[in-house]
């Protein structure tokens, strides 16, 4: 259920690279931030906050982060 909701924050229609992020890379990307978001970690993982500054560079505005139902 988290992994599903920051899919929808974080799967862009690519403004700053030539493809859009595909929900495979989201899904690598995110994997190392699982424990630290259902509590079992108290700090999230350095690998953790990489996938997401490496997300945020494939569009910087928030109507292409999110997946309209």
Do not use: H, W
Request: glycine share 2%.
């Amino acid at each position: 259920m988290v992994l599903a909701t920051l899919l929808m924050v974080f799967v862009p229609a690519s403004e700053t690279s030539s493809a859009p992020c595909s929900c495979g890379e989201v899904n690598y990307q995110l994997n190392p931030c699982i424990s630290y978001l259902v509590k079992t970690m108290a700090e999230p993982p350095k690998v953790c906050c990489d996938g997401i500054k490496r997300l945020s560079k494939y569009s910087n505005k928030k109507k292409n982060r999110e997946i309209v139902p």
